[in-house]
């Protein structure tokens, strides 16, 4: 399984971007699989930030973003896209999308980084005061 994450970038604080990840692999069905968004600040442990089911059907945040961040599937379920509203400086961070196997484990409650199996390279989102 691969995951690709785009769409970081530089952006000014109440402003709004959006990120993408795409899952692809030459056996996979992705509704097999959960995805998942997490970040890192600099000198910050990674955190959860929000997640979504191989259906699309279950989706849960962390607090710090519930409200602002909308994370969707599109594309049949082999894109996951994250749109994040009202920014703020403390969203600043490097952004990374993982996958979930649900073979292993289901989606459940699944905010740490462990309970993932597969993760993408990052995309960097900074915010601006």
């Known amino acids: 399984v691969q995951l690709q994450a785009s769409g970081g970038g530089l952006v000014q604080a109440g402003t709004s971007l959006g990120l993408s990840c795409t899952v692809s692999g030459r056996t996979v069905t992705v509704s097999d699989y959960a995805v998942g968004w997490f970040r890192q600040a600099p000198g910050k442990e990674r955190e959860f930030v929000a997640a979504i089911s191989g259906s699309g059907r279950t989706t849960f945040y962390a607090d710090s973003v519930k409200e602002r961040f909308t994370i969707s599937r599109g594309d049949g379920g082999s894109a996951v896209y994250l749109q994040m509203n009202s920014l703020k400086p403390g969203d600043t961070g490097v952004y990374y999308c993982?996958?979930?196997?649900?073979?292993?484990?289901?989606?459940?409650?699944?905010?740490?980084?462990?309970?993932?199996?597969?993760w993408g390279q990052g995309t960097l989102v900074t915010v601006s005061s």
């Open positions: 993982a996958a979930l196997r649900y073979a292993r484990r289901g989606l459940g409650n699944a905010r740490q980084s462990n309970d993932y199996d597969y």
